[in-house]
């Protein structure tokens, strides 16, 4: 991630390949997309917070998720500070790339698509994500 700004959590790519399976790996650290509905987050509707699976950052609260119909987790607004973003130019259109804030893993996309009160819709990639309940 050469064009992308200086993260504070900078690991080795042998690193991450350690820690992270072959499908977080494919997401966080080479922009990939899981296919649609392959993530059980999507469905996900217990109380509390969704975190980076490169670092463990909270990103996402739970009161921030909603049905998007997309077939990916969507979130109206990420946690103050949690996340980071860049011009993604691949496929042939422009999108915002939305990164985590501290390791700079690729989460998904954002859009101008989402509920009140953003507008905005954080269309994430699940594997990217870990799930904590709080109860």
Known sequence: ???YPEF???KSDDEWRQELSPEQYQVLRNHGTEPRGASPLNKE???GVFTCAGCGQPL???DSKYDSGTGWPSFFAPLENS???TTDGSHMMVRTAVHCSRCGG???HVFEDGPAPTNLRYCMNGVAMRFEEKT
């Open 8 to 10: 504070p959590l900078v």
């Open 83 to 85: 996340v980071a973003t």
């Open 45 to 47: 509707k217990r109380r």
């Open 1 to 3: 991630m050469a064009d």
């Open 60 to 62: 996402f609260t739970s």
């Open 106 to 108: 690729h989460l998904g």
